[in-house]
Structure formats: C-alpha cells, structure tokens
C-alpha cells in the first residue's frame, strides 16, 4: 500500500481497486474499505432524508401558506417525491425508513426549520410531528388539504 487513506483518499481508493482486480487481496487496506463500503449505505440514506425534508417543506408551504401556492411549489413536490420513490426503488432497503418514527421525526424538523427560513413560519405554529402517512407524502397526486 503506497497511499495513505487519511492524506488522499481518492488516490487510496484507486489504488485498492487496482490491488482488488489484481488479486493483492493481502495489500487491502480492509479497515478502511470497510469504512468507505458503510459510509455508501449512510450517504444513501442522507440523501433520502435530504429529499424528503424538501419534499415535506413544500407540502407544509402548501398546506399553511395556501394563497401563496403556485405551480412552481407543485412542481418542487412533484420533483422531490420522484426523486424519493426512485431513490427507494434503487434501494430497497431504504423502505423500512419510512416506517421508523425517528427517522421521520427527524426528516420533520428538518422540514419545519426550512420552512421557518424560506417562508417565516414559526416552527412552533407547526405540528410537533409530520401529521401525514409517508405512503401519502409519496402518492402522486396527494397534496394535504
């Protein structure tokens, strides 16, 4: 191993993919492949979460500020629930996330801060946990009343 993961991790992954289709599976650097193979898994999640805050700032925008929407915030739900039923679909074992109540709890006070940035709603005003069913969020056509 001639690169160090901690001063060049981009040089450190090239060169153990080379050591991996050489077959030099003694040369791995297999604590921080390791690493890296577990850190895929949380980015994925980390975008599913960061979509899902923007998909649930816009139907909290809808729902509490309803003469101000436009086609534009239909259009960013649109956009934003494509995005996470295709990250699911790609990744199936994200699924379960939309079931777990603290990962939900915590996509929803991303999406209350948002709100309260973009639009001055005070995060107070808004329910304390996301009022709708994740199978709603996701459905197509559904938008909160």
């Given at each position: 191993?001639?690169?160090n993961y901690e001063t060049d991790v981009v040089?450190?992954?090239?060169?153990?993919?080379?050591?991996?289709?050489?077959?030099?599976?003694?040369?791995?650097?297999?604590?921080?492949?390791?690493?890296?193979?577990?850190?895929?898994?949380?980015?994925?999640?980390?975008?599913?979460?960061?979509?899902?805050?923007?998909?649930?700032?816009?139907?909290?925008?809808?729902?509490?500020?309803?003469?101000?929407?436009?086609?534009?915030?239909?259009?960013?739900?649109?956009?934003?629930?494509?995005?996470?039923?295709?990250?699911?679909?790609?990744?199936?074992?994200?699924?379960?996330?939309?079931?777990?109540?603290?990962?939900?709890?915590?996509?929803?006070?991303?999406?209350?801060?948002?709100?309260?940035?973009?639009?001055?709603?005070?995060?107070?005003?808004?329910?304390?946990?996301?009022?709708?069913?994740?199978?709603?969020?996701?459905?197509?056509?559904?938008?909160?009343?």
């Amino acid at each position: 191993m001639i690169t160090n993961y901690e001063t060049d991790v981009v040089a450190w992954a090239n060169e153990q993919a080379s050591l991996i289709r050489a077959g030099r599976f003694d040369q791995l650097d297999l604590k921080h492949i390791a690493e890296e193979i577990e850190d895929v898994g949380k980015s994925e999640q980390r975008e599913l979460a960061s979509r899902m805050s923007v998909l649930l700032m816009h139907l909290i925008k809808w729902q509490f500020q309803a003469q101000k929407r436009s086609v534009s915030w239909k259009l960013t739900i649109k956009e934003q629930r494509r995005l996470c039923v295709r990250r699911i679909q790609k990744t199936p074992s994200l699924a379960p996330l939309l079931t777990d109540a603290e990962w939900i709890d915590d996509v929803w006070i991303d999406a209350k801060a948002i709100a309260e940035k973009e639009t001055g709603i005070d995060q107070g005003t808004l329910p304390e946990v996301c009022p709708w069913a994740m199978a709603d969020v996701l459905t197509e056509a559904w938008l909160p009343a």
